[in-house]
Every structure is written in C-alpha cells, then in structure tokens.
C-alpha cells in the first residue's frame, strides 16, 4: 500500500522568510496530493492540493510542487507570518474508487516573530 | 450544518470500558472517514463509509472496533473494552464523495483511558 514520508518534523523560521516542507510516496498510482494545516485543539483544514496533471500550483504565498518522475512534492510558504504556525500535513491518494489518503507524519513550523 | 462536528470533544474513561464517539458530517456529504491520530504522529485510517455501507474497514486495529453510520450521515465509532494504547485524538472527515475531492474534518475527540 501507500506510505508517505514527510521532512523535516520540526522547522523554525523567522519571520518573513520562506518555508519548505517535503514528502515523498510510494505508489506511482497516486494521483491526488494535499496539504492541511492543523492549529492546535483543531481539525486538519486543507490549505492547498495538487493532481498529477500538474506540475506547480500556487495560491497567494503559498505553492504547492509536484515531480511524479521522483515520487516527491513540496510545500513552499513564502514571507512566513506568525499565523502560519501550526503543523502541516502532506497526503497521497490514488483516488480509485474512493479518496483513501495516506497522510504524512507531520511537520510543527514555528515562525518567530 | 456549517462543518463536521464531532462529540464529545473529550472524553476520559476507565481501561476496560466502551465508549462512543460521534460524528455529524456537512449535509449532503456522502463519504465519511474516520482517522486516528496518536500524540505527534500522523493521520491513521481506520474506516470509510460510503452512504450506509462501509467498503473499507482495513484500518480498524483490532474487533474492539467497531463503526455505524445510518440514514446516509451520523455516525458513530464504538470502542470496547478500551485499552490506554487506544489514547488519541479520533477524527471524523466527511467528502462529497467520488476521488479527488476536499476532505473536510471536524475538530476531533481526545479519548484519553486511565
């Protein structure tokens, strides 16, 4: 089955500098990629998603790459603000017959003011 | 209603007791997911409902698991006996259904067993 691996667990940036989370998977079926944001004492909220058509999204300040050939994405947060800290989750799923998604271990970024 | 909502939003009790934790998806979402997810790991799945049925029980971690949903949208994960490996925060998402679709989740329940 699916396994996502996810780095680095902890990142701590200061304010106003750029972010990078990344996540690798394994099965070469997966078609749909998505990012959460999961604040403390609350539900994983989806921020930003990719499918494997394409290779860059990007929505505001934050952007979203995929390499299908290496099997990895990314999450790019640019210009990081204090409310961007929260742990975020990278997910894959083959999207064949029902949205079974395999989540990442997590990444707890810290953006100090 | 406005989102997934989960009940209770915490729940302590005694190794060895059942518990029920329920789950309210977004009206008119017909796929449902329960996850698990234990203090500083990832997101576990544990089963899938599809309307009433459930095509996907693979991640239930043993049969002192156990899930219902009726009419197409409540739903409840049941835990017996419980056990304090069974500690975390379960979460309920809801879809439109089909592939490749937002997954929305609600706030979770924190079942702590002592």
């Known amino acids: 089955g699916e396994n996502v691996e996810q780095h680095p667990s902890t990142l701590s940036v200061q304010e106003g500098d750029s972010a990078v989370i990344k996540c690798t998977y394994s099965?070469?079926?997966?078609?749909?990629f998505p990012w959460y944001k999961q604040e403390l004492g609350k539900g994983p909220q989806l921020i930003i998603d990719?499918?494997?058509?394409?290779g860059e999204k990007k929505d505001q300040r934050i952007a979203v790459t995929l390499n299908k050939t290496a099997k990895h994405f990314s999450l790019h947060i640019t210009e990081t603000q204090p409310e961007d800290s929260a742990v975020y989750f990278c997910?894959?799923?083959?999207?064949?017959?029902?949205?079974?998604?395999?989540f990442g271990t997590g990444t707890r970024l810290l953006v100090s003011p | 209603g406005a989102g997934v909502s989960q009940s209770p939003s915490n729940k302590v009790t005694e190794k060895g007791k059942d518990v029920e934790l329920r789950c309210d998806p977004i009206?008119?979402?017909?796929?449902l997911y329960w996850y698990r997810q234990s203090l500083g790991q990832g997101l576990e799945f544990l089963i899938y409902f599809q309307g009433n049925s459930a095509p996907d029980k693979s991640g239930l971690p043993s049969d002192r698991f156990s899930a219902e949903r009726t009419g197409g949208s409540v739903s409840t994960l049941t835990i017996q006996r419980t056990q304090q490996e069974d500690s975390a925060v379960y979460l309920c998402?809801?879809?439109?259904?089909?592939?490749?679709?937002?997954?929305?989740f609600g706030q979770g329940t924190r079942l702590t067993v002592v």
């Open positions: 009206s008119g979402h017909t796929a």
């Open positions: 998402a809801s879809t439109r259904g089909g592939a490749n679709t937002e997954a929305f």
């Open positions: 990719i499918r494997s058509n394409v």
């Open positions: 099965d070469s079926a997966s078609n749909y």
């Open positions: 997910a894959a799923s083959t999207g064949t017959g029902f949205q079974k998604l395999v």
